[in-house]
């Protein structure tokens, strides 16, 4: 028998006034494996991964996590999951270290020192450790933002655009960082990107979101093939500009 989803959507729909924002999405993610939610503004990732959060309530469906139905009981999973989102700024007076201190207090962090010093060493964030949070570069700020999320060494890790403002070599080895992450804890990543090149080489398997539905669902292999295409770049483009029907299961 397979294991139970570590993450999944059942149905999930979210309506704002006349704006469908999710519709009928429903997908179950293997425990350990890393996916890639696609699609292009105003496709549905954000308001998928917030429901998978308990963050927005969906307006019909559910969103279980380790189990647990988020609109309803995600007390029970919170401290097992964490996210990143460039969008979600910290408080800036604070420095770096004092703001994930913070986090480690919020998350029951037992040696929070040693949690912080391995992080800023895996993340190089020594250099800026004890700035204020308001005065870092972007890059900076993103990559503080992953420590944040790994604080609490989450089973599940959501990250919305985990690798933006990143110079193309940090990218590089941020994505190293994530993937080693992964094999360490088994974590299951669900990342909401832009970047194809990231998702072609980081994840197992592509959601694609078109207008809040799911318009494919593959692995990056088996994407490029049935599209007959040489990177997901193409195949994005395809899907966006509704020239991949024939290539749907
Ligand atoms: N709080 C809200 N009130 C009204 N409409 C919203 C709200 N949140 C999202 N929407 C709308 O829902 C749709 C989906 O938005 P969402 O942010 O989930 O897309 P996205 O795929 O994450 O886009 P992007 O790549 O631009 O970040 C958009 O049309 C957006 O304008």
Redesign the pocket.
């Given at each position: 028998m397979p294991a139970p989803a570590a993450i999944a959507g059942e149905a999930l729909r979210?309506v704002?006034?006349a704006?469908v924002?999710?519709d009928a999405v429903s997908f179950a993610i293997a425990p350990g494996s890393i996916t890639a939610l696609l699609?292009?503004?105003?496709?549905?990732?954000?308001?998928?991964i917030?429901m998978l959060m308990g963050l927005i309530t969906p307006t019909a469906g559910r969103a279980h996590v380790l189990g647990a139905d988020m609109a309803r009981e995600r007390y029970r999973v919170l401290h097992r999951m964490n996210f990143e989102s460039p969008y979600v700024d910290m408080p800036h007076r604070l420095t770096v270290r004092q703001n994930l201190k913070v986090f480690g207090m919020l998350y029951g962090v037992g040696d929070i020192a040693g949690r912080i010093a391995a992080l800023a060493e895996g993340l190089a964030l020594g250099e800026f450790l004890d700035r204020p949070a308001g005065k870092l570069s972007a890059g900076q700020k993103t990559r503080v933002a992953l420590a944040k999320a790994l604080i609490n060494e989450p089973d599940v890790l959501l990250l919305?655009e985990p690798t933006a403002s990143l110079d193309p070599d940090t990218a590089d080895w941020v994505r190293s960082h994530i993937e080693r992450y992964r094999d360490r804890r088994a974590a299951t990543i669900l990342l909401?990107s832009?970047n194809m090149g990231e998702v072609e080489r980081l994840c197992d398997r592509v959601i694609m979101?078109k207008a809040?539905r799911i318009v494919d669902d593959d692995t990056p292999a088996g994407l490029l093939r049935r599209y007959g295409r040489d990177d997901l770049e193409e195949v994005f483009l395809d899907v966006a500009r509704g020239h991949g029907e024939r290539a749907r299961p």
């Amino acid at each position: 028998m397979p294991a139970p989803a570590a993450i999944a959507g059942e149905a999930l729909r979210k309506v704002y006034g006349a704006t469908v924002a999710v519709d009928a999405v429903s997908f179950a993610i293997a425990p350990g494996s890393i996916t890639a939610l696609l699609g292009g503004n105003g496709a549905g990732k954000s308001t998928t991964i917030g429901m998978l959060m308990g963050l927005i309530t969906p307006t019909a469906g559910r969103a279980h996590v380790l189990g647990a139905d988020m609109a309803r009981e995600r007390y029970r999973v919170l401290h097992r999951m964490n996210f990143e989102s460039p969008y979600v700024d910290m408080p800036h007076r604070l420095t770096v270290r004092q703001n994930l201190k913070v986090f480690g207090m919020l998350y029951g962090v037992g040696d929070i020192a040693g949690r912080i010093a391995a992080l800023a060493e895996g993340l190089a964030l020594g250099e800026f450790l004890d700035r204020p949070a308001g005065k870092l570069s972007a890059g900076q700020k993103t990559r503080v933002a992953l420590a944040k999320a790994l604080i609490n060494e989450p089973d599940v890790l959501l990250l919305d655009e985990p690798t933006a403002s990143l110079d193309p070599d940090t990218a590089d080895w941020v994505r190293s960082h994530i993937e080693r992450y992964r094999d360490r804890r088994a974590a299951t990543i669900l990342l909401a990107s832009h970047n194809m090149g990231e998702v072609e080489r980081l994840c197992d398997r592509v959601i694609m979101l078109k207008a809040g539905r799911i318009v494919d669902d593959d692995t990056p292999a088996g994407l490029l093939r049935r599209y007959g295409r040489d990177d997901l770049e193409e195949v994005f483009l395809d899907v966006a500009r509704g020239h991949g029907e024939r290539a749907r299961p």
